[in-house]
């Protein structure tokens, strides 16, 4: 595998690039990131989803699958694998545990009965998980929830130190 990552931002504090899982989202703010890295030779793209948007009603659980149905069709007619990534801990302090694990855990439940399957290389279920201080502990429950669901490859990823800063 070799590619990128393509993040969502939210829209606050945010120029005119963003990337929205909520009610503009567009395909084409994926479309133009993913074309590009099939143009540089990639074949693989980690894609970071936002529970967020689904906690605060922004749009509802199958709204969210469907966007990414449509991203992973796109994905998978271009021949990009995916890295999936359900959630990004960024919103630990702004999203219950309980909202999060039925999130990600349905989301990964529709993904799997997709035609694009073939095309999940792994979900990371927990987006830099230690580096924001999310605990393991809820980890393991979100983890748990997702095995249910799938056998595919699952971790939690986790890059430098611990976060040192506090929650506000």
């Given at each position: 595998m070799?590619?990128a990552?393509?993040?969502?931002?939210?829209?606050?504090?945010?120029?005119?690039?963003?990337?929205?899982?909520n009610?503009?989202?567009q395909?084409?703010h994926?479309?133009?990131?993913l074309?590009?890295?099939?143009?540089?030779?990639a074949n693989?793209a980690?894609i970071?989803?936002e529970?967020?948007y689904?906690?605060?009603?922004?749009?509802?659980?199958?709204?969210?699958?469907?966007?990414?149905?449509?991203?992973?069709?796109?994905?998978?007619?271009?021949?990009?694998y995916?890295y999936?990534?359900?959630?990004t801990?960024?919103?630990?302090?702004?999203?219950?545990?309980?909202?999060?694990?039925?999130t990600?855990?349905?989301l990964i439940a529709?993904?799997?009965?997709?035609?694009?399957?073939?095309?999940?290389?792994c979900?990371?279920?927990?987006?830099?998980?230690?580096?924001?201080?999310?605990?393991?502990?809820e980890?393991?429950?979100?983890?748990n929830a997702?095995?249910?669901?799938?056998?595919?490859?699952?971790?939690?990823?986790?890059s430098?130190?611990?976060a040192?800063?506090?929650t506000?």
């Amino acid at each position: 595998m070799y590619g990128a990552m393509i993040f969502p931002h939210h829209s606050k504090g945010l120029g005119a690039e963003q990337i929205e899982w909520n009610a503009n989202f567009q395909l084409r703010h994926f479309t133009d990131r993913l074309d590009y890295l099939k143009a540089m030779g990639a074949n693989c793209a980690k894609i970071l989803g936002e529970v967020w948007y689904v906690h605060h009603r922004h749009v509802t659980l199958a709204d969210y699958c469907a966007q990414w149905d449509q991203v992973m069709a796109y994905a998978k007619s271009i021949g990009l694998y995916v890295y999936v990534c359900p959630f990004t801990p960024l919103t630990l302090w702004d999203v219950p545990l309980d909202s999060v694990v039925s999130t990600v855990s349905g989301l990964i439940a529709h993904m799997e009965a997709q035609s694009y399957a073939d095309y999940i290389t792994c979900y990371d279920i927990a987006e830099e998980a230690r580096t924001f201080g999310f605990p393991a502990a809820e980890v393991g429950l979100i983890y748990n929830a997702c095995r249910k669901h799938t056998a595919r490859a699952m971790c939690a990823s986790w890059s430098g130190a611990p976060a040192g800063y506090d929650t506000h």
